[in-house]
C-alpha cells in the first residue's frame, strides 16, 4: 500500500552539489549523467542496462542512508559536456543510448538479501575483480574474485609512468595483486590513496627504480571492485542480458523494484 509508481520515482528530485553551487534535478537527469561519464556510450544496450541499475541502486542507497535532504557530489556530465566529449553530431545518438538504458531498467535497484546492494564498477581490471572483505575491509559475500581474463587483452590494460626519484615501497597487496599500503618515506598510504595522489590510471600497480627515477607499471583502469565494464561488455555481444551480466559480478543479488526497498520513495 501506498507504493508510487517507478516512473514517479525517477522523477523524483534531489539535491545535486556543483561548481556552482547546489542545484536541484530529477534523478534521471542526473544519473544520465553520470552514465554518460562512466561509461563508453558505445557499448552494447545491455552492458548499459546493467551500469544504469548500479548507478540508481547507488543513488537510492545515498537517499536511504542520507534521508531528504542528501546532497549528491559524484560527477556527471552537463548536456554541454557531453556535446564536447561527444560531438554534436553524436550526441544526440549516444544521450538517446544511455536514456533508453535507463528507462527500460525503470525503477529496477540491485538487492541482496532485501537490501539495496554495494555496486561498485570499473573500467576494467587486471584479470579478475577484487574480494570485497579484503578491498572495502567489510563483509560482501556478493563481491567476490571473479574471473575476467579478457581484459588483460584491452589497450589499455597496462600502462607507465615515470616520476622523479621517490622514496617508496608497495608494501602489502591483496590476493589479486592490487596495492593495499605503500610506504612512502616515511609514512604509508593506501594504495588508493597513492593512485589518487600520482593520477595512477588503477590501484594494481609496481615500483621500479630505473635511471634515478621511480618507474610505475600499472594493470588495468580503476580499483578493480565489483563489475568490470569492459569483461561486461564482452559478455553483451556474447549474447548475455543485463541480469546475467549482474549476476556474474554480484552473485546470489537480485533486481528490485526500488519501492519494495525504499518504500518512501
Not at 525503470?106 to 574480494?131: F, H, I, W
Request: proline content about 2%.
Amino acid at each position: 500500500p501506498g507504493l508510487v509508481s517507478t516512473s514517479n520515482v525517477d522523477q523524483t528530485y534531489i539535491k545535486v552539489k556543483t561548481e556552482n553551487g547546489s542545484l536541484e534535478m530529477p534523478i534521471e537527469e542526473y544519473c544520465v549523467g553520470i552514465l554518460a561519464k562512466e561509461i563508453p556510450a558505445n557499448y552494447e544496450e545491455e552492458v548499459l542496462k546493467a551500469q544504469a541499475a548500479l548507478v540508481r541502486t547507488h543513488v537510492y542507497r545515498k537517499i536511504q542512508e542520507g534521508g531528504s535532504k542528501v546532497e549528491f557530489s559524484d560527477d556527471f556530465w552537463t548536456q554541454k559536456e557531453m556535446e564536447k566529449e561527444w560531438g554534436a553530431a553524436k550526441y544526440f545518438k549516444y544521450h538517446q543510448k544511455l536514456k533508453d538504458a535507463w528507462d527500460e531498467t525503470e525503477g529496477k535497484v540491485l538487492t541482496y538479501e532485501e537490501k539495496l546492494a554495494q555496486t561498485p564498477c570499473g573500467r576494467l581490471t587486471n584479470g579478475s575483480t577484487r574480494d570485497g572483505k579484503e578491498a572495502l575491509g567489510e563483509d560482501y559475500p556478493y563481491l567476490t574474485i571473479t574471473d575476467c581474463s579478457e581484459d588483460v587483452e584491452a589497450a589499455e590494460q597496462i600502462q607507465t609512468v615515470t616520476l622523479d626519484k621517490l622514496d617508496a615501497e608497495v608494501t602489502q597487496c591483496d590476493t589479486t595483486g592490487y596495492v593495499q599500503s605503500v610506504r612512502v618515506g616515511k609514512e604509508t598510504v593506501s594504495g588508493e590513496e597513492f593512485r589518487n595522489t600520482y593520477g595512477l590510471a588503477s590501484s594494481c600497480f609496481t615500483l621500479q627504480n630505473y635511471n634515478e627515477k621511480l618507474r610505475i607499471t600499472t594493470r588495468g583502469v580503476g580499483h578493480g571492485i565489483g563489475m568490470s565494464q569492459y569483461t561486461a561488455n564482452q559478455m553483451a555481444k556474447d549474447g548475455k542480458k543485463c541480469k546475467e551480466i549482474l549476476n556474474y559480478f554480484f552473485k546470489d543479488t537480485e533486481l528490485k523494484e526500488v519501492t519494495q526497498i525504499v518504500p518512501n520513495f
